[in-house]
């Protein structure tokens, strides 16, 4: 257990749900003939899954991978490691991934890596944040929720050193 730090509202919860809503008219737009196969890094896209999820009005599956990116902490390690693997047959599915952000892109463009020999149909990426100017690997988002400035957020599922994921706003944290 690390010291609480207060927690200052970023993004409050009424805007986040008109652009999950948002996002959901865009996605259920170009879905509708095939709904996609929903994967899902935990666990930081919890949150968003359940919100999109109930919006959508698509009959879509979802699965989840588990990815370990972050060591503790702010700065990323670098290194990916899956800790819970993929086991549904994706062969010719259509793939939508769901991210919490985008921040160097290094987890996007491992999963792109990851799925490929599986061989599915399509792969297209949705994320509630993005961070471009972090990036360190370019990545294609379809469906991006809100392009923020280079600052570390919390809640709304995503963590810092494990805490404040059960936040319902997006949120920064005060020094
Ligand atoms: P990337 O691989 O650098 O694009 O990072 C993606 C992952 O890093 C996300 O799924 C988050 O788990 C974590 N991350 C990046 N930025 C933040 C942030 O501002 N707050 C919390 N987690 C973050
Ligand atoms: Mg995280």
Same mark, same amino acid.
């Given at each position: 257990?690390?010291?609480?730090?207060?927690?200052?509202?970023?993004?409050?919860?009424?805007?986040?749900? #008109?652009?999950?809503?948002?996002?959901?008219?865009?996605?259920?737009?170009?879905?509708?003939?095939?709904?996609?196969?929903?994967?899902?890094?935990?666990? #930081?896209?919890?949150?968003?899954?359940?919100?999109?999820?109930?919006?959508?009005?698509?009959?879509?599956?979802?699965?989840?991978?588990?990815?370990?990116?972050?060591?503790?902490?702010?700065?990323?390690? #670098?290194?990916?490691?899956?800790?819970?693997?993929?086991?549904?047959?994706?062969?010719?599915?259509?793939?939508?991934?769901?991210?919490?952000?985008?921040?160097?892109?290094?987890?996007?463009?491992?999963?792109?890596?990851?799925?490929?020999?599986?061989?599915?149909?399509?792969?297209?990426?949705?994320?509630?944040?993005?961070?471009?100017?972090?990036?360190?690997?370019?990545?294609?988002?379809?469906?991006?929720?809100?392009?923020?400035?280079?600052?570390?957020?919390?809640?709304?599922?995503?963590?810092?050193?494990?805490?404040?994921?059960?936040?319902?706003?997006?949120?920064?944290?005060?020094?």
């Amino acid at each position: 257990m690390v010291a609480w730090r207060t927690p200052k509202v970023f993004i409050p919860r009424e805007q986040i749900h #008109g652009t999950v809503q948002r996002l959901a008219e865009e996605i259920r737009r170009d879905y509708r003939a095939a709904p996609p196969l929903l994967l899902s890094t935990l666990k #930081g896209s919890f949150m968003f899954l359940a919100d999109l999820v109930r919006v959508l009005d698509l009959p879509v599956e979802i699965t989840f991978v588990r990815l370990s990116s972050y060591g503790s902490g702010t700065v990323s390690s #670098g290194q990916i490691e899956v800790v819970q693997d993929l086991y549904e047959d994706i062969r010719a599915r259509d793939i939508l991934l769901i991210e919490d952000i985008i921040d160097s892109g290094r987890t996007v463009g491992f999963l792109h890596a990851y799925l490929a020999p599986r061989a599915p149909a399509s792969v297209r990426v949705c994320t509630l944040l993005d961070k471009p100017q972090r990036r360190q690997v370019p990545v294609t988002i379809d469906y991006c929720g809100f392009t923020i400035p280079d600052v570390f957020v919390v809640g709304y599922g995503l963590d810092w050193n494990e805490q404040y994921r059960h936040l319902p706003d997006i949120c920064v944290l005060e020094p």
